[in-house]
């Protein structure tokens, strides 16, 4: 018979939801990116892939289940203690749309609960998750799952129609892009039932992007990682890159570059990549992944907002800017709601200082790229525009935006400007 600890709270928790309700706790309470928390909280073994199920569903559905836990609460949900959100969160996500037995999912709701320091709140937990069903009374913002402000902005700009597809999309899970080196890498990865798909955005293909299907795990275990074979890169980022057109000789500066895909792309077409970032531990990773891929760079500290470095002059200069990161939320769905619409605005102000100090480095005859992952006209045009305004040495060549997007492929934009 098993004997009990003095002192010692058993509970029968399991490991990957427990990792979930932190992660999500993470997420709510602190601002915390969803991957960074639940690579922080996640266990080793088969309760990892549920971890990951129940807080990226959680967050793709937030305002469904909200709505769902809402009509039985007593008080405003956004009025509880974060972790008991989170368990409500999480339980009535795995009850409504997971594959559980909806008294396993109690039971659990209320052990997780214990599990997290929250035991108290083990009786509402269990009542409302008991209760819980689907609601039927939303807005159309809780349908979609996206907060009502960019909902709006969406259905303003493109329409009703393609809004929904979009948000609706962004509630699957996204798809793993490969950038592939050659053909026999293609066909060390296209193994055991894995597939390699090549990728269009907007009805043109991509080269070297495929679409990866039937592989289960972390993207480490695939065959040729460790040998440098691919890397993980969407394809619309690396349409941004191709606009540097590198070849061989060419010289070329990644301004923001962490963490790192688009200086692969560029270095791997034969140009001569130099990489600054203002964080020294984003830029290790750098380093770790180009040695991994065979690739050489060099690289440098710097804060854009400071002005120029004393790197020299570039024949291209990339500013993959810092921003709201709303055209990847399929990728990241906490993003959505870690976002407030002045963010725009303030996204916009650091980008154009950015963008001041990294083009000072463009030799005359030389362009400069700047990109943002957002569909937002604040950080993309608005931010060229005034760029263009105030630099009469500057033209613009050209454009590229992904958005809404057609297929699989996050949403950017990037404008190539040229300096006379």
Request: a neutral charge.
């Amino acid at each position: 018979m098993a004997t009990r600890t003095p002192g010692v709270l058993e509970v029968s928790a399991n490991k990957g939801r427990i990792a979930a309700a932190r992660a999500l706790t993470s997420v709510d309470s602190a601002g915390a990116h969803i991957e960074e928390a639940l690579a922080q909280t996640l266990p080793k073994g088969r309760d990892r892939s549920l971890g990951w199920f129940l807080a990226m569903g959680t967050l793709r559905r937030r305002a469904e289940v909200d709505a769902s836990l809402s009509a039985h609460l007593r008080e405003p949900l956004a009025t509880l203690q974060s972790e008991v959100r989170s368990v409500l969160r999480m339980s009535a996500y795995e009850k409504l749309f997971g594959r559980s037995q909806a008294h396993a999912v109690v039971h659990q709701a209320v052990e997780v609960a214990r599990a997290i320091g929250v035991g108290r709140a083990s009786g509402l937990v269990n009542a409302i998750i008991r209760r819980v069903e689907p609601a039927t009374d939303m807005s159309r913002a809780e349908i979609l799952n996206h907060p009502a402000w960019l909902v709006a902005r969406w259905d303003d700009r493109y329409g009703v129609d393609a809004t929904s597809a979009w948000c609706m999309a962004n509630l699957e899970q996204a798809p793993i892009t490969l950038v592939v080196k050659d053909g026999k890498a293609r066909e060390r990865i296209a193994t055991d039932g894995r597939t390699l798909t090549p990728v269009e955005i907007h009805g043109i293909e991509v080269p070297g992007i495929y679409r990866l299907e039937g592989h289960e795990g972390p993207i480490p275990d695939l065959a040729g990682f460790e040998e440098g074979d691919f890397w993980v890169q969407d394809a619309a980022a690396a349409a941004v890159a191709d606009l540097a057109n590198a070849t061989e000789g060419l010289q070329i500066l990644d301004a923001c570059a962490a963490p790192g895909g688009k200086t692969f792309r560029m270095a791997s077409q034969g140009a001569t990549v130099t990489c600054a970032d203002r964080d020294r531990y984003r830029l290790k990773k750098v380093r770790r992944s180009a040695r991994r891929l065979g690739l050489t760079i060099e690289t440098h500290i710097h804060s854009w907002t400071e002005g120029p470095s004393q790197l020299g002059q570039f024949d291209v200069v990339l500013v993959d800017a810092p921003c709201s990161g709303l055209g990847t939320i399929r990728r990241h769905p906490d993003i959505k709601w870690r976002r407030i619409e002045p963010d725009l605005t303030t996204a916009a102000a650091l980008q154009i200082d950015i963008l001041r100090g990294a083009a000072a480095h463009v030799k005359p005859g030389g362009r400069l790229i700047y990109g943002v992952c957002s569909p937002e006209p604040e950080e993309g045009g608005g931010v060229a525009s005034t760029f263009l305004a105030e630099n009469g040495d500057f033209s613009m060549h050209s454009t590229l935006c992904t958005a809404p997007p057609t297929s699989d492929e996050d949403s950017h934009y990037a404008a190539v400007m040229v300096r006379q």
